[in-house]
């Protein structure tokens, strides 16, 4: 009997001796802490911040007093623009032991993510920070500068951190930021270039890059850096930000919307991402829908320029005009000089029905010599409005010229002498020169202005303003080929729209439409979805009798802007009927005449293509007689 017992005893024994070799063989909290931590530098070799997060937070729970896992949760969480969490791993490792000299720099940057400016000047400043870790904290030191508008200080703090780490890819980004801020474009690519050089892996190398890509050329030109950067790291938020705006901006509103909705799976809470879907919103015509996104992107980023101009034209286009003037006006307020603001505004007040008010706002525009259409046109029927009828032909006259006029800053809100003692205290500085040169130019004193000008363009050569306010001061002194030679030089550190109209519209006027039209292409090969530029690249087009060329453009721009754009729909015509589609030529024909039945431009065109048609002769002679009585008027 006990024979045949012996094996459950010796299994139980078995059973037994296994579970206790289990429990022996079962790892310690340190082991799996080290484990995870191990998992975590794996995790951050391939770039991988987000799982290099998790394997961190492992580790910690394991051990909540390792110091090397608390330092190394803080450091990517910072990587991870996580402010708030990595102070949080901060104060614990400093309770931990570590000594709070040895994360200072990290604290810095903690508190600077937060906005915290104060409190990380005072950390950066004040400890005294291991040799180490100097160069790290002085970059941060020269953020917090920046964003308190201290530029000199600023670059200080970078010039030394430059020395102490010269080979620090970073320390070059954060240069090539700052020179962008004080305008001077060309130093702040050579900046990111030489850091992309030392690192050419660098995400926020790549990131900055691509942003000046798309300032320096377009769009289209700037995807390709921010592809490039998303390979070493396709989760980096700020990267896939910049990317699904530049996507916006190219036409690729679907791609856009694909990586807003990437950015929310990352970060829930992100703002810009959902600041894009209310734009895609907006562009969709769904502006009740774009008010009910936007509130999801937080009060803070909603207080933003650019939010809060979106909110305005989506009260507008509910039909909310008191709303949207209230708005428009507190934004005015503090962009006095935004062209777009102040014509949205007098559009507003308009059609809320204030029209002298509108007459108001509209005047610092409409009474220029580069005013553009639609802000005359707005003029004519606040005029009208304000039963000053009498006083709507001139500016419809002005109106009908079938040209897209480069727009020149408007007047700087200072007087001369304000501006004489800013431009003496700071000779070398863009921004405050160049409203002197600007006033002075709009006294009329070219020579001065000029002279001021060529000092200021010789002392910052990479700064795209200093050769277009060269540019802006010769054509007024009417000498094309100066003025020409100083745009191609802004253009070749920034391409932006309004450094295009000038040059197309100096060459065109010097007689060498080759070279325009190239620029243009080149422009728009950049920027494909530019109204601008595809309004221009019609009319000339038409201008030429390129008729099915200028009947593609066009129609491109009126399948965003609709059936409201007077000028556009009679030019329209006036492309269709050159191709022989009267029928095509006469509908648009009618709907601009319906429009705007006092301009004297569409009344022309609407009368001859119903003349070449033959079908209504007797319109044909009415309009034909108006015309005629309309240019009388403005005689």
């Not at 802004?490 to 295009?500: C, D, L, N, Q, Y």
């Not at 009267?582 to 065109?605: C, G, Q, S």
Request: with cysteine.
């Amino acid at each position: 009997m006990m024979l045949r017992r012996w094996p459950i005893i010796v299994l139980a024994a078995v059973l037994i001796i296994s579970a206790s070799g289990m429990f022996l063989l079962r790892a310690s909290p340190k082991d799996d802490a080290d484990t995870a931590f191990a998992e975590a530098q794996q995790h951050l070799k391939s770039g991988d911040l987000r799982a290099a997060r998790v394997a961190l937070l492992n580790s910690v729970k394991a051990d909540p007093k390792s110091k090397q896992a608390l330092v190394a949760q803080a450091e990517v969480e910072l990587a991870l623009f996580n402010g708030a969490a990595a102070q949080a791993s901060l104060e614990r490792a400093i309770l931990a032991g570590v000594p709070e000299t040895d994360v200072a720099h990290l604290q810095g940057q903690a508190f600077w993510m937060q906005g915290k400016l104060a409190d990380a000047e005072t950390v950066l400043t004040k400890t005294a920070i291991p040799q180490a870790n100097r160069a790290y904290a002085l970059r941060t030191l020269g953020r917090v500068q920046m964003d308190k508008g201290d530029t000199v200080s600023a670059l200080e703090s970078f010039d030394e951190a430059m020395r102490l780490a010269p080979n620090d890819s970073r320390n070059w980004t954060d240069l090539a930021r700052l020179r962008f801020v004080l305008a001077n474009q060309k130093g702040a690519i050579d900046a990111v270039d030489h850091a992309l050089k030392l690192n050419p892996n660098d995400v926020r190398a790549l990131e900055f890059r691509g942003r000046l890509m798309r300032s320096q050329f377009g769009v289209v030109a700037a995807l390709p850096w921010f592809e490039r950067g998303l390979q070493f790291n396709a989760t980096d938020v700020p990267l896939l930000e910049e990317y699904a705006l530049t996507l916006g901006e190219a036409g690729r509103n679907r791609d856009m919307l694909a990586q807003a909705r990437k950015i929310i799976a990352l970060d829930s809470s992100n703002a810009k991402a959902f600041y894009l879907q209310a734009v895609l919103a907006a562009r969709a015509g769904n502006c009740a829908l774009a008010k009910r996104i936007l509130p999801k992107a937080g009060s803070t980023f909603n207080e933003m320029p650019a939010p809060r101009l979106l909110d305005a034209i989506c009260e507008y286009e509910l039909g909310n005009f008191n709303r949207t003037v209230v708005l428009l006006q507190r934004l005015l307020a503090e962009q006095p000089r935004n062209r777009r603001v102040r014509t949205l505004l007098a559009q507003a007040m308009y059609r809320a029905g204030q029209p002298l008010d509108a007459l108001d706002v509209i005047r610092e525009i409409a009474a220029r010599p580069d005013a553009d259409s639609y802000s005359l046109i707005l003029t004519a029927r606040a005029f009208t409005a304000s039963d000053q009828p009498q006083r709507a032909t001139g500016p419809l006259n002005d109106a009908a010229i079938s040209i897209v006029r480069s727009a020149k800053p408007l007047p700087e809100p200072m007087s001369l002498i304000g501006a004489a003692d800013a431009a003496r205290r700071n000779p070398d500085d863009a921004r405050a020169v160049l409203p002197y040169i600007r006033l002075l130019a709009a006294a009329g004193d070219l020579d001065v202005a000029l002279a001021n000008a060529v000092r200021l363009q010789n002392r910052n050569p990479g700064v795209a303003d200093a050769h277009l306010i060269v540019g802006d001061i010769e054509e007024a002194r009417g000498n094309l080929p100066a003025a020409i030679a100083a745009y191609d030089k802004a253009r070749a550190i920034s391409f932006t729209e309004p450094i295009m109209l000038r040059i197309v519209d100096a060459l065109s006027r010097a007689e060498d439409q080759k070279a325009a039209d190239e620029t243009l292409a080149a422009y728009l090969a950049y920027n494909p979805t530019n109204l601008t530029a595809l309004r221009l690249a019609g009319y000339r087009n038409l201008d030429a009798g390129l008729w099915a060329n200028a009947i593609k453009l066009l129609e491109r721009v009126k399948a965003r802007v609709g059936y409201n754009d007077s000028l556009l729909l009679a030019n329209l015509a006036r492309a269709y009927a050159g191709a022989g589609r009267l029928e095509k030529a006469t509908e648009y024909a009618a709907i601009a005449y319906r429009i705007a039945p006092a301009n004297a431009m569409v009344t022309r065109i609407y009368a001859d293509i119903l003349k070449r048609s033959g079908k209504q002769p007797k319109a044909a002679r009415e309009l034909a007689a108006k015309v005629t009585a309309l240019s009388t008027q403005r005689e």
